[in-house]
Antibody
Framework: QVQLVQSGAEVKKPGASVKVSCKAS????????ISWVRQAPGQGLEWMGW????????NYAQKLQGRVTMTTDTSTSTAYMELRSLRSDDTAVYYC??????????????????WGKGTTVTVSS | EIVLTQSPGTLSLSPGERATLSCRAS???????LAWYQQKPGQAPRLLIY???SRATGIPDRFSGSGSGTDFTLTISRLEPEDFAVYYC??????????FGGGTKVEIK
């Protein structure tokens, strides 16, 4: 079955970096993108960015530009999200999701249909 | 940037009742770019509706989506106990690529 398996919880100090992995299985990895979404405690969903697993093109949320890098390893069907210069307000659950572009005739549909279970990142001194 | 505003923030209803959730966009959104997700505590979001009105695989037909332009609605025809959760609308744009609404919590009255 289609699934995304994320790496385990992380505890980091302010100023450090974290790299979260997301291993895909059950589908052709390069046929979809991966979006990363985070959720601070008790808050809503925040989109962080997207990467095409086909060609590595990326699109990042403006507020994270310069601190976030998303990559993929097509040989292992794994996506990575690295966040640098961590602050306390980066404490959140980080999700990867399969980002679908579905074309019917001339109509493009976009949505995220499979999600990882999330990786808790805690930033604390 | 398109901003999505969801209302109400919290909806208190009883099982068996009808739930109507609103998602209003600050600018017109293509219907094919609008999706709805359900999230239960401690779980990842789950895709319910894409293209404003198409149910995702395995989603019961008590869930329906409608709307166009700037006003979109998620309707749950008869609430089941497992439907009490937080619901988010989401749209795809150009910059940023996608945004979420703030969410509507459907709680047991």
């Amino acid at each position: 079955q289609v699934q995304l398996v994320q790496s385990g919880a992380e505890v980091k100090k302010p100023g450090a970096s974290v790299k979260v992995s997301c291993k895909a299985s059950g589908y052709t990895f390069t046929s979809y993108g991966i979006s990363w979404v985070r959720q601070a405690p008790g808050q809503g969903l925040e989109w962080m960015g997207w990467i095409s697993a086909y060609n590595g093109n990326t699109n990042y949320a403006q507020k994270l530009q310069g601190r976030v890098t998303m990559t993929t390893d097509t040989s292992t069907s794994t996506a990575y999200m690295e966040l640098r210069s961590l602050r306390s307000d980066d404490t959140a659950v980080y999700y990867c999701a399969r980002d679908v572009t579905y074309i019917v005739g001339a109509t493009y549909y976009y949505y995220m249909d499979v999600w990882g279970k999330g990786t808790t990142v805690t930033v604390s001194s | 940037e398109i901003v999505l505003t969801q209302s109400p923030g919290t909806l208190s209803l009883s099982p068996g009742e009808r739930a109507t959730l609103s998602c209003r966009a600050s600018q017109s959104v293509s219907s094919s770019y609008l999706a709805w997700y359900q999230q239960k505590p401690g779980q990842a979001p789950r895709l319910l509706i894409y293209g404003a009105s198409s149910r995702a695989t395995g989603i019961p037909d008590r869930f329906s989506g409608s709307g166009s332009g700037t006003d979109f609605t998620l309707t749950i025809s008869r609430l089941e106990p497992e439907d009490f959760a937080v619901y988010y609308c989401q749209q795809y744009g150009s910059s940023p690529r996608l945004t979420f609404g703030g969410g509507t919590k459907v709680e047991i009255k």
